[in-house]
């Protein structure tokens, strides 16, 4: 299976702060149809996940343009430009190239 | 409004069997592929099934395989997942989820807990 290494694993910042959260693969997740399905989601306490971002860079409808994905090959990276307090949460990198899809452990952003 | 309710959860003993319904409204249910994801108390999302918009394949995890099925009526607008030999480490949350062709898991039900415990 595809294993995703996210780091930090917390991430502690300031209302403004930009950060960045690192998505690593154990392998390519460009598909032969020339997609890489790497996703984003956000999970906010006691809900379900909320998708923010997919094909690596696309952003769900509704999303802010604040978040933003890049990367390609086995690095991706979700950057959030200027943090505000509803974006607290754990925040999961998923892969959809090969099967079965996987998750990253986690990162979970916490506000000053 | 997209909706993906579940239910069906409970608390069961290890061994018995349960059965997970979704129920979809606000798109065309019949046009896409669905999963169902879990997610044990603490812990990390983990993929469990897949089935796609016309029945025409389904995938597991291999931690499920052979004790789950993913079954779906587009005539009803539901998807199912039946749980059979339920163990301690099924407990969890289970979501489904809509996907579409660009691999996008773009809409996720609120989650029905399921126990395993004697």
């Known amino acids: 299976d595809v294993v995703l290494t996210q780091t930090p694993p917390t991430l502690l910042a300031t209302i403004g702060q930009s950060v960045s959260i690192s998505c690593r693969s154990s392998q390519s997740l460009l598909h032969s149809n020339g997609n890489t399905y790497l996703n984003w989601l956000l999970q906010r306490t006691g809900q379900s996940p909320q998708p923010l971002i997919y094909?690596?860079?696309k952003l769900e409808s509704g999303v802010p343009n604040r978040f933003s994905g890049s990367g390609s090959g086995t690095d991706f990276t979700l950057k959030i430009s200027g943090v505000e307090a509803e974006d607290l949460g754990v925040y999961y990198c998923?892969?959809?190239?090969?099967?079965?899809?996987?998750f990253g452990s986690g990162t979970k952003l916490e506000i000053k | 409004e997209v909706q993906l309710v579940e239910s069906g959860g409970g608390l069961v003993k290890p061994g018995s069997s349960l059965k997970l319904s979704c129920v979809a409204s606000?798109?065309?249910?019949?046009?896409?592929?669905m999963h169902w994801i879990r997610q044990a108390p603490k812990k990390g999302l983990e993929w469990i099934a897949l089935?796609?918009?016309?029945?025409?394949?389904?995938y597991y995890a291999d931690s499920v395989k052979g004790r789950f099925t993913i079954s779906r009526d587009n005539s009803k607008n539901t998807l199912y997942l039946e749980m059979n030999s339920l163990r301690s480490e099924d407990t969890a949350m289970y979501y489904c989820a809509k996907i579409t062709g660009s691999g996008d898991f773009d809409y996720w039900g609120q989650g029905v807990m399921v126990t395993v415990s004697s």
């Open positions: 094909l690596v860079s």
């Open positions: 998923m892969q959809f190239t090969h099967y079965p899809p996987t």
């Open positions: 606000g798109f065309t249910f019949s046009s896409y592929g």
């Open positions: 089935i796609y918009y016309d029945s025409s394949n389904k």
